[in-house]
Nanobody, 118 residues
Framework: QVQLVESGGGLVQPGESLRLTCTAS????????MSWVRQAPGKGLEWVSI????????NYPDSVKGRFTMSRDNTKNTVFLQMNSLKPEDTAVYYC???????????RGQGTQVTVSS
């Protein structure tokens, strides 16, 4: 079955950086779509990034474009989310997902907390 394990969250100050990691198993990783989504307290899931693992092509919403970069290492079945210039509004639990992460039945990991605060 699909398994996704995230790591790399933490507490940082505004303007600092974090890199999240997600290791996947249970499916053909190198020919998939992977995404990161986040959920802030009291809010719904928000799409953060999406990548085609075969081509490496990634897309982002305007809220993180230019600050976040999603990448993958197909030799390790791993995706990364490099987050720079973090803002307090980036505070959320971040989830790695197979496919479109906001879909109701999308497989997601257990999540990792990112807190941006001074």
């Amino acid at each position: 079955q699909v398994q996704l394990v995230e790591s790399g969250g933490g507490l940082v100050q505004p303007g600092e950086s974090l890199r999240l990691t997600c290791t996947a198993s249970g499916f053909i990783f190198g020919d998939s779509v992977m995404s990161w989504v986040r959920q802030a307290p009291g809010k719904g899931l928000e799409w953060v990034s999406i990548i085609n693992t075969r081509t490496g092509s990634a897309n982002y919403p305007d809220s993180v474009k230019g600050r976040f970069t999603m990448s993958r290492d197909n030799t390790k079945n791993t995706v990364f989310l490099q987050m720079n210039s973090l803002k307090p509004e980036d505070t959320a639990v971040y989830y790695c997902a197979k496919g479109i992460g906001t879909a109701v039945n999308a497989p997601r990991g257990q999540g990792t907390q990112v807190t941006v605060s001074s």
